[in-house]
Structures are given as C-alpha cells and as structure tokens.
C-alpha cells in the first residue's frame, strides 16, 4: 500500500512539474517549431526528452542536442541515438559497448533503434527531469547536425556527415 501511495505520489509531482513547463513555454515552444515540419504531442515530446535525458549528462548541452534531435526529425533523419537501440536489446547503456552497437545498428525488428526507425521509438526510455524537459522546449538551434562523446565523456559537434565521420575516427579509435 506504501509503494502504491509513493507512486502516485511521484506521478503527481511530474504532472506538476510537466503542466507548468508545458503551460509556460507552450506558446514559446510551438512558435519555435513553425520553420520545421514536425509536431510534438506531450507524449512525444516526452518520449524525446527521455533520449536526450539518457544520451547528455551535461544539463547545458543538452538543449543542443534537443535541436539535433528535434532538426533530424523534421528533416525525416534517423535520431541514431546509440541510447534507444541498446534500451531495446534491453542491455543497460554501460554494458552496450560499440562491439554490441555494430552487430544490432540495423535491426529494424527493435522499434526502439533509432538508427534504422525514422521517427521516435514507441515509448520513453526513461524517466525524465524537469532540467531536461526545460532543455527540450527552450532548444538551441545551431548549425550542427550531428554529435558523438568520445571514451572521457566529451562531446564533439559536427555540421556535416564528413565532419562527423572525422569525428568519429579522431574520437572513437
């Protein structure tokens, strides 16, 4: 019964923290969005504030991130966020090593593996915080479409493929 109490509980601190955010920035949000040729619903932009939640450890990144995502899902480019392919395989991030990441990049029978699918996975891959949330609606936009964290955990932009593929050789060896 205690669980039970804890859980709805937990579940109306997000319904209060997401319906201010929401409330708040609705109108900021929306109007950003017009030059592109998407639009979130709650859950959808739930669900991809749960893969920038899990893919940026850095609150001040990840706004950025949040415009690659959001410019990549207006332009009908897979996300390709390594996260969701290996939330999927139902292996932690930790364990999910590039080894792994190769051998499952184009199994298009995991809806969760955002490098074959063209928009969001099915359900959020994780719980997400209001930092996030915030990052999500208040989206950087920059000129970069691509980004990767090298083995120390610091992240490298790219504008290009080319430049990201460069980046992923400097990087990832």
């Not at 804890?6 to 929306?30: G, V």
């Not at 639009?39 to 940026?56: D, H, M, N, R, V």
């Not at 460069?166 to 990832?172: D, E």
């Amino acid at each position: 019964e205690k669980k039970k109490e804890d859980f709805y509980d937990k579940m109306k601190r997000f319904d209060e923290k997401i319906y201010t955010l929401r409330t708040a920035k609705k109108e900021d949000f929306a109007a950003k969005l017009q030059p592109y040729t998407i639009s979130l619903s709650l859950p959808w932009a739930i669900t991809l504030a749960s893969i920038i939640q899990k893919e940026e450890r850095d609150d001040t990144e990840k706004p950025t991130i949040a415009w690659i995502f959001l410019n990549r899902l207006s332009e009908g480019i897979q996300l390709g966020a390594d996260i969701s392919l290996c939330y999927g395989r139902e292996q932690p991030y930790e364990t999910c090593t590039p080894a792994l990441i190769s051998q499952y990049v184009y199994d298009t029978t995991n809806s969760y593996n955002t490098r074959v699918q063209k928009w969001l996975p099915p359900t959020p891959i994780s719980n997400i915080t209001a930092e996030t949330f915030d990052a999500l609606l208040g989206f950087k936009n920059t000129e970069y479409l691509f980004y990767l964290h090298d083995a120390k955990g610091n992240i490298h932009y790219a504008k290009t493929n080319a430049e990201h593929e460069a980046n992923k050789a400097q990087y990832l060896q």
